[in-house]
């Protein structure tokens, strides 16, 4: 979702940024709605000298983030479920973006924060240890094998992850793709993650709100698969 007009990121993005033409009605939720609720002094062109956001704009409550919440529904219900804690989503997709915000209208939630780009960004700012909990659903797959170093299961998401959770904190990865179960295996422990509990179709967590690619997913006969991995 960046400005084209200002300088880019020191990293590359290989996923979509926009889709389809927005709705009159999200593009009032973007203009009326997202700056309020956006997390300041995440981008470069905010924050040149990368400083370390202040925690305290969160009172004490404890953060949960969320990796590419796609349309929302699963963030909105968490943040719904669990008024205690402040929620942030990260997501680059513009119309995901705009389908969050028609949500938190709907749902009234304030406890979140938006950072509408790449999680890679958020990782450089956020202190050690501050994220208590972290959802990734539905990672993009990245199916073609020379592509698989693109997968957030890869050293370059998850050491900036690993110093960014608390000890002890959760890090629960839904995905329909048996490849990716392989490389979250492969991956995810020697990052400091053990793996806690893992699931197939109907054993997803207790709280568990299915998303928009999960559904797609069962539509088209792929069976989900749920890996909660506990950070050393
Ligand atoms: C397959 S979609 C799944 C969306 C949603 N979680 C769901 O289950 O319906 C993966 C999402 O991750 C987002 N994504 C990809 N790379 C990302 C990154 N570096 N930072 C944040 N989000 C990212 C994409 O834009 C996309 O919306």
Redesign the pocket.
Known sequence: MSDPDTPQPHRN?Y??SKGKTLRASQKDYLANDLEAMRLKGVTVQENAARTVLDMTQFGARPVWLE?????GE?LVHMAALNPQIHLIG????VN?VAMLLGKIRAAGVQNLSIHPG???DLFDVLPDGVVEKCFL????PWPKARHHRRRFVTPGYLAPLHRVMAPGAEFRIATDIPDYVRQAHEEVPPAGFRLEREAGAGGAWPDWLS????QKALREGRSPHYLTFRRD
Do not use: I, L, M, S
Request: hydrophobic share 20%; net charge negative; glycine share 20%.
């Open positions: 993005f996923g979509r990796v590419g919440f796609g349309g699963h990260c997501e680059p997709f995901g790449d999680v890679r659903n539905y990672p993009d998303t928009r690619y999960e």
